[in-house]
């Protein structure tokens, strides 16, 4: 049985059907965030930033959580209106933005997305005659006719979403639970209450991410771990951290109506700046279609961060090693810079006609000109070719090229020789023993901001076949 699935006409006024709209439109992903806004002010950074990508997918629920962490407030409350004032300063800049880019959402498709949930975020309050506005929208979402998988980012607690599983188990055979939770995706930043244990408990078979650096602490109380070093906390921690500061907010963020809104003042110690946190970001960052990553695959890493397995489809932080430190959040920050720059991009286009802005070039990647990884089959001691040719700008800037190894997602910290580097056409010698590698290409433009076009190829090795040579 469908419990509580919303009519046809809801649905169909606010987001896109399988099998309408042109290709481009089909491949975006789906996206349902739970907002605990209304406590720490970074939601609202978030959802600002994610307003400016939101002409990257199909936003299907803003859901507006209960406020505030574990005791944060005085009172259980949602608070939808935080949502609302921030998607109404969207509306305003939509129709300049869609002149850069006719993929954002008109501002009365997100407004019918956002929902209340339930304020009362105890795991007594999961049950019978507690079903919540957000809980319905979540299961008529996920009932939806649509082959794409069903992103879930939760930002505070996952009440909402405990409680629609929890009706869909009591409501139908296992067969059709089974179904249910194959069709979604979970991303939690931390355990912020008692429904997430809950959730990861109740359903081992579904997919759910959890950055933390503390998987197997309660949700309150002393943890082993010091929580900052967590994957999310790469948002504003570690890496150069002047990107974060408020003379750069207000140099490229706070430049129009919605760049207004964003909130000046959080905690973000030990970071000086106490500005940028965004401790939520990452959340849908992981399911951000850029070239770079695959939200099927949380080991491979990209700006959402990088996970290992903990069981099955269970996943938590798991650490990068670079240059200029280690540890689970720099699988964050280093990317940075190509975030920052991407988000000051199109925060000018809030304002800015179409021919004075800057917009990202597009990577080709051996002939491939989606966004998807480029899976590649060699034997070691084989020389794999690599060609970025037929990048290109839509600006007509010049560009630049860059493949860089990524080691830690192939399971090896060794380091692998890249031929032509810096060139538009590179190869590299599988190495002895390796059993996969990742590359990634940058392909970055002279443009102010510059901004970068990411491809990764995933080369597997096949230790039964000796190398023949190039290919």
């Not at 009172?75 to 800049?93: H, N, S, T």
């Not at 930002?155 to 939770?181: I, N």
């Not at 003042?265 to 959340?283: H, I, M, Q, R």
């Not at 080691?407 to 190869?427: F, L, W, Y």
Request: aromatic content about 8%.
């Amino acid at each position: 049985m469908t419990y509580h699935c919303l009519p046809l006409l809801a649905l169909a006024g606010w987001c896109l059907t399988a099998g309408a709209g042109d290709a481009a439109a089909q491949e975006k992903p789906r996206l349902i965030v739970l907002t605990d806004i209304g406590g720490d002010p970074d939601d609202q950074q978030s959802m600002i930033r994610l307003m400016a990508f939101s002409s990257e997918f199909e936003i299907e629920g803003l859901i507006a959580s209960a406020s505030g962490t574990t005791g944060e407030l005085k009172q259980r409350i949602v608070r939808p209106d935080l949502i609302r004032e921030i998607v109404e300063a969207y509306g305003k800049v939509q129709g300049k933005r869609a002149t850069h880019d006719p993929g954002y959402p008109p501002a009365s498709r997100l407004l019918a997305a956002i929902k209340s949930g339930d304020p009362d975020r105890r795991l007594a309050s999961i049950g019978e005659g507690h079903d919540t506005e957000g809980s319905r929208w979540i299961i008529a979402a996920a009932d939806r006719n649509d082959p794409r998988p069903l992103n879930i980012a939760i930002w505070g607690g996952g009440h909402d979403l405990a409680q629609a599983l929890w009706r869909v188990r009591k409501d139908r055979s296992p067969s059709e639970l089974k179904r249910f939770t194959g069709k979604l995706r979970v991303h939690s930043i931390e355990h912020q209450d008692e429904t997430g244990p809950w959730i990861v408990d109740s359903f081992p078979e579904l997919f759910f991410i959890l950055s933390s650096s503390n998987p197997g602490a309660p949700f309150e109380g002393r943890l082993p771990r010091d929580k900052r070093l967590s994957v999310y906390r790469g948002m504003y921690l570690g890496g150069d951290m002047s990107l974060t500061s408020r003379a750069w907010i207000d140099e490229n963020v706070r430049t129009n109506p919605l760049g207004a809104l964003y909130p000046l003042k959080t905690w973000t110690a030990p970071n000086p700046n106490g500005v940028l946190k965004e401790g939520d970001t990452p959340s849908w960052f992981y399911f951000l279609p850029n070239g770079l990553s695959d939200p099927d695959h949380p080991e491979w890493g990209g700006w959402g961060g990088r996970f290992r397995r903990v069981r099955d489809r269970y996943y938590t932080d798991a650490e990068d090693n670079v240059p200029a430190g280690e540890g689970a959040r720099s699988t964050v920050w280093r990317w940075r810079p190509d975030f920052q720059n991407a988000f000051a991009a199109r925060m000018t286009w809030c304002l800015t006609d179409r021919e004075k802005a800057n917009h990202e070039p597009m990577a080709v990647l051996n002939g491939d000109a989606t966004r998807r990884v480029v899976p590649v089959r060699a034997a070691a001691g084989e020389r794999v070719r690599l060609s970025a040719r037929g990048s290109s700008d839509p600006d007509g800037d010049r560009l630049s090229y860059r493949w860089l190894h990524y080691p830690e997602p192939g399971g090896s910290m060794s380091a692998v020789a890249i031929e032509g580097a810096g060139n538009v056409d590179a190869s590299l010698l599988v190495p002895p023993g390796a059993r996969e590698l990742h590359v990634i290409l940058e392909v970055r433009d002279a443009g102010s901001p510059p901004l970068v076009a990411c491809r990764r190829v995933v080369i597997t090795v096949d230790s039964t076949v000796q190398g023949s040579g190039p290919r």
